[in-house]
């Protein structure tokens, strides 16, 4: 398996999030997510690829901050979409 070079700027405790209730752009635009995403650069929480709008991915392509975890109850993965894999 491939090491990730960005978990290395992954802070030791996950920021705080923006928006604990839900997606940023979704709330603002009234739109619906199905799964949540936790920058872990900044907090900003998005929604997910099943969800229609893609905001955790948009984020991404416009903040380039490389990794997410999932801010959904019970899970802890995180992802590198810049290396495309679970870190």
């Known amino acids: 398996m491939a090491t ?3 978990v ?3 802070p030791v405790e996950d920021p705080a999030p923006n928006t604990p209730q839900g997606c940023q752009e979704c709330l603002e635009q009234g739109t619906r997510w199905v799964h949540l995403r936790l920058c ?4 900003h929480v998005g929604c997910c690829d099943s969800s229609p709008m893609r905001h955790a991915t948009a984020h991404y392509q416009k903040e380039g901050h ?7 109850p019970g899970e ?3 992802w590198c979409f810049a290396d495309e894999q679970i870190v």
Do not use: A, K, Y
């Open 8 to 10: 290395r700027s992954v």
């Open 4 to 6: 990730c070079e960005h």
């Open 76 to 78: 802890d993965w995180r």
């Open 66 to 72: 490389p990794i997410v975890r999932s801010f959904e």
């Open 40 to 43: 872990l650069s900044c907090g």
